[in-house]
């Protein structure tokens, strides 16, 4: 089973769903802008990803900055209390699969979590080819 941490507004995050559903899979698709997030459910995929909440932490477009979450000073224990209270805050898409779990940015990191690779060719929203005609990655 494979689950993504998803917001359909995002490029990447719908690069990385189709990725996946080009591979075969069904995933489970959580909104998480919609549904928000928990302590425990941050900190399960932060440690899983091998993040720190700052490390997960959506610098741009997002109101890291006006928080004064981007200060050098900022405790992990404070970003993870803003990431609760504005879900917008953790970067996205966070994918858990069987291989492990991973923040895809780029998109094409995805792979590496897939049981099977997708057939090509297939590109990005933005054009991008990431595999070719005979199955190969690119890049």
Not at 1 to 30: F, K, Q, W, Y
Not at 34 to 49: C, M
Not at 69 to 86: C, K, R, T, W, Y
Not at 119 to 125: I, T, W
Request: charge should be negative.
């Amino acid at each position: 089973m494979i689950v993504i941490h998803h917001n359909p507004d995002c490029g990447t995050s719908r690069n990385v769903l189709a990725i996946i559903e080009a591979s075969g899979e069904v995933p489970v698709v959580i909104e998480y802008l919609k549904e928000g997030w928990t302590r425990p459910q941050l900190l399960g995929l932060f440690a899983a990803a091998g993040l720190t909440p700052r490390g997960a932490l959506r610098e741009t477009k997002s109101p890291a900055k006006e928080l004064g979450l981007l200060e050098p000073g900022v405790s992990d224990e404070a970003i993870l209390a803003a990431m609760l209270e504005h879900p917008v805050l953790v970067n996205r898409p966070i994918v858990c699969s069987p291989k492990g779990v991973r923040l895809c940015r780029p998109s094409e990191l995805v792979l590496d979590l897939l049981e099977k690779m997708p057939p090509g060719p297939l590109y990005k929203e933005d054009g991008e080819m990431i595999i070719n005609e005979k199955g190969e990655r690119v890049g």
